[in-house]
Nanobody, 120 residues
């Protein structure tokens, strides 16, 4: 079983940027497609972005397309989410996950997440 630890969240003004990291231990991520998800207060967890095992294919939710970029470094067993032009509606706890099915179905194992708060 892989353990995932998200980091890099924080408080940022609208229009700002953050880079989230998802570090894995217990198993290599290099054979898995990975995704980022988020959950805002009072809302269901939703898909944000996905990347295949090699990094050659990515997929984004319409709400973040053109602003967020998912990437990975398999040598570091880490997946990243670069978030630019942040909006208050991006405020949420962000989670990474191994994908059970491409591109939006997680396998159900979650880390603790990292809080992103965007002020207007």
């Amino acid at each position: 079983q892989v353990q995932l630890v998200e980091s890099g969240g924080g408080l940022v003004q609208a229009g700002g940027s953050l880079r989230l990291s998802c570090a894995a231990s217990g198993r290599t991520l290099s054979t898995y497609s990975m995704g980022w998800f988020r959950q805002a207060p009072g809302k269901e967890r939703e898909f944000v972005a996905a990347i295949n095992w090699s990094g050659s294919n990515t997929y984004y939710a319409d709400s973040v397309k053109g602003r967020f970029t998912i990437s990975r470094d398999n040598a570091k067993n880490t997946v990243y989410l670069q978030m630019n032009s942040l909006k208050p509606e991006d405020t949420a706890v962000y989670y990474c996950a191994v994908l059970k099915r491409w591109p939006v179905t997680p396998n159900g194992d979650w880390g603790q997440g990292t809080q992103v708060t965007v002020s207007s």
